[in-house]
């Protein structure tokens, strides 16, 4: 949103505008706060490593130091933009999950008999979110109708570089990889339709198992980027989801609140957003099976 508000006015007046906006105001307090906090954290191990204490943590501020080779950084920083990628994309995978659902409610009680099934014979095991093969199979088809950007990759060239096909990019051009695949018959028959078995089905198919799960990415599909720089996270926020899901999904029923508009898909420069603007009523319902407790 800050950076929509930034762009709106010319390049050359944005270092100082930057400085006057609200949005970008409450951002840099954001920053500073961060820089406390963190800045606090890391001066605590240093202290405590200068003791010769050395407590072991297995996070992303002792892995820095490792992965920087010497190079400068902001942990700060770093800690922010990881948490930027890494939350608000699987909120609104959830959100927009949540919607479709509501356009078809016929996949709810498979995926809650799938659920059930698959909790009572193997309980809260990283083998039975695998085994939840319909809720992979909604989800994936959930982000590939509607991925939360139009353009997942998006690279510069370093060096003048010429690609496969000939095109030549010169030194510092941007270039950005559409996902028309998702929208094209040519890969998805009847791509435009929901079919939450869609990747059930051709995950049953001999040689496409392991191409038709959530996490897997294709030239064909690539709302996780593909190759190199495919999202690290994927596998994380898949488990994330799917145990958000086996809670929502038991414990709650939701819908619309009466009257109200579907929820339209926000378009933000080449982001898609699940609809901000549109409320739910939420009804705790009684679950078949207790899951809290597996
Ligand atoms: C459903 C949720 C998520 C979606 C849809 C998503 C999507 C993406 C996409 C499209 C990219 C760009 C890939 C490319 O440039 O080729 C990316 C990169 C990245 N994602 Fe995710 N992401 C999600 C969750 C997460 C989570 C939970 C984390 C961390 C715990 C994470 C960490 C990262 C990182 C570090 C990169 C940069 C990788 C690199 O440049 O090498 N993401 N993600």
Not at 10 to 16: C, D, G, S, T
Not at 106 to 127: A, F, H, M, S
Not at 278 to 289: N, V
Request: aromatic share 8%; charged share 25%; with cysteine.
């Amino acid at each position: 949103m800050t950076v929509g508000k930034l762009n709106g006015w010319p390049a050359p007046l944005r270092p100082i505008v930057q400085r006057f906006l609200p949005h970008t105001r409450e951002l840099q307090q954001a920053v500073k706060d961060a820089r406390t906090l963190i800045g606090g954290l890391v001066k605590e191990r240093e202290a405590l490593k200068a003791k010769g204490e050395t407590p072991e943590y297995a996070d992303i501020l002792e892995w820095l130091p490792q992965i920087a080779k010497g190079r400068t950084y902001d942990p700060a920083l770093v800690q922010l933009a990881l948490s930027f990628v890494a939350i608000h994309t699987t909120a609104d995978v959830v959100g927009q999950l949540l919607f479709d659902l509501i356009e078809h409610p016929e996949y709810i009680q498979p995926l809650r008999d799938e659920i059930i099934t698959v909790l009572k014979e193997g309980g809260w095991k990283k083998n039975s979110l695998y085994n939840m093969k319909l809720l992979d199979s909604v989800l994936k088809e959930s982000l590939r109708i509607r991925p939360i950007n139009q353009t997942s990759i998006q690279r510069i060239a370093e060096v003048p570089i010429t690609l496969s096909d000939g095109t030549k990019l010169s030194r510092n051009t941007l270039s950005i990889v559409p996902l028309v695949r998702h929208w094209d018959a040519e890969y998805y028959s009847d791509p435009d339709t929901f079919d939450g078995y869609r990747f059930y089905r051709l995950r049953q198919e001999r040689g496409k198992e392991n191409l038709s799960q959530f996490v897997s990415t294709s030239p064909d599909y690539l709302s996780f980027g593909h190759g190199l720089h495919a999202c690290p996270g994927r596998f994380f926020a898949s488990n994330e989801i799917k145990i958000i899901m086996c809670h929502v999904l038991l414990k709650y029923e939701w819908r619309l609140l009466e009257g109200a508009k579907p929820p339209q898909v926000l378009k933000h420069g080449f982001s898609l957003v699940a609809d901000p603007f549109s409320s739910l009523e939420i009804r705790r319902r009684q679950e078949e099976i207790v899951i809290d407790n597996l």
